[in-house]
């Protein structure tokens, strides 16, 4: 359904929301405006309402005004610092699904927040360009947007058409890494029957369960190099992550990065036009297009086929070059070994239990902070066999970096000329 969402915050830009939806409904008739979700029954699911919404939605319209940023509740602590302030949430779960995201400057706004101001899963609207709304010349304004919600809604409800073949490949233009186009599919998420792991911690991996990924998407053939990285931080005027202890190859520039935090990760993705992939995203992907095998290669550990403890070529001496060993179905390069991944998904060690059996949950991700722990995926040059299965689940803190952290990206629509800052 062809929706339109309008996130504001109250405090902020209340009376320009109004009038804004007032001239969205009178100009777009047939288009369903979703406005104030937050007005919900009492004992409703906020999370399950938002995501309800966003389904219905093709563009989400973010108004920012002078007080966006800064507003604090009552004891002093600014709200977009809090995992469960409402704009935030409703912004998360628009770039998760992918929607067109528009941000408004009204009130006098005058530029957009500066990435750092901005939550680590926020980052990417900073590169977003904003249209700006004034009261002197509002209905010009408003009729340059509605031609540009217009084209966005058109784009999207267009007859689909297969421009790439599975696992096509493309050359990042400002990173220079290789990317891999995965399509849209079904497949069983979860720990597959034939394998009996015992340990207890590993029962968040059932119930497997059918899942159905609508988009198809880049991503990077292997985790982000220490090269691309570097190129990032210059470009960015950022430091690099402090040297690991006992690993005197870190800084090799065909290797992971690593000791970033979720944060880094999230910033990077940003900035090459991308995201970090979900965790429903990254077990497709790291199926290589095989359902029902424990690792990507088949049921039994293969230590010539990954980077992990029981290879006595690698393990436990750290990271290996990207690529060294052969590729998954999709050709995507160390999808277990190596380095652990961060993924988009807060943990929930109940995701799982809540979804079909039978009937495919469609897209998920989780974007609830209960535990403060994101997820990781994959295993890493520190992990045994039993770490490195497709269908381990692995969490931390997202302020946390380790010498075993690094990530990839995944990008929907490649951009095809270089950044110019």
């Known amino acids: 359904m062809s929706g339109i969402f309008i996130s504001y915050r109250r405090e902020d830009t209340s009376g320009h929301a109004g009038r804004l939806y007032d001239r969205l409904k ?21 999370a399950v309402t938002i995501e309800k919404t ?21 004891y002093g602590q600014r709200k977009l610092d809090k995992a469960d302030d409402w704009v935030r949430m409703e912004i998360g779960a628009a770039l998760a699904r992918g929607i067109d995201m528009i941000p408004v400057l009204v ?6 927040p500066v990435d750092q101001a901005l939550p680590g899963e926020l980052v990417r609207l900073r590169f977003m360009q904003a249209r700006p709304i ?16 217009k084209k966005a809604i058109g784009a999207r409800n267009a007859p689909p058409v297969q421009t790439h073949a599975p696992g096509e490949r493309y ?13 849209p599919g079904k497949f069983m998420m979860g720990r597959v029957p034939q394998d009996n792991v015992a340990d207890q911690r590993y029962t968040i991996e059932k119930p497997r369960h059918p899942v159905l990924l609508t988009r198809g998407f880049w991503m ?11 190129l990032f931080t210059k470009q960015r005027n950022l430091r690099m992550p402090r040297a690991p202890s006992n690993n005197p190859n870190w800084d090799d520039v065909d290797r992971p990065i690593v000791k970033v935090t979720w944060g880094n990760a999230n910033e990077y993705c940003a900035w090459s036009d991308g995201r970090l ?22 049921d039994q550990p293969r230590p010539d086929l990954a980077n992990y403890t029981d290879n006595p070529d690698w393990g436990p001496k750290g990271p290996s070059p990207v690529g060294l060993f052969p590729p998954n179905g999709f050709g995507l390069v160390d999808v277990v070994g190596n380095v652990w991944e961060w993924v988009s998904d807060w943990y929930d060690d109940e995701a799982y239990k809540g979804r079909s059996a039978t009937e495919p949950t469609v897209d998920p991700e989780v974007f609830v902070n209960k535990m403060n722990r994101r997820v990781v995926r994959g295993g890493s040059w520190r992990s045994i066999a039993q770490e490195i299965r497709l269908s381990l689940r692995g969490f931390q803190t997202p302020e946390i970096d380790i010498d075993d952290f690094g990530f990839r990206c995944l990008i929907y629509k490649m951009p095809d000329k270089p950044r110019s800052s």
């Open 26 to 46: 009178h100009d777009l008739e047939d288009v369903p405006i979703f406005i104030d979700v937050r007005d919900i029954p009492s004992g409703d699911d906020f």
């Open 107 to 112: 009130d006098g706004a005058l530029a957009m």
């Open 54 to 74: 966003m389904r219905q939605c093709d563009v989400c319209l973010v108004l920012i005004g002078r007080r966006w940023l800064t507003a604090a509740d009552e």
């Open 277 to 298: 992939p979900t965790e429903a995203q990254w077990e497709y992907a790291a199926r290589g297009g095989v359902d029902g095998q424990i690792y990507p290669w088949g």
């Open 171 to 183: 050359l990042h233009p400002w990173d220079g890494l290789e990317y891999i186009w995965i399509p």
């Open 220 to 230: 990077s053939r292997g985790p982000v190099t220490v090269r691309a990285y570097q």
């Open 134 to 149: 004034r009261d002197l010349t509002f209905h010009q304004d408003v009729d340059l947007l509605i031609d540009e919600i």
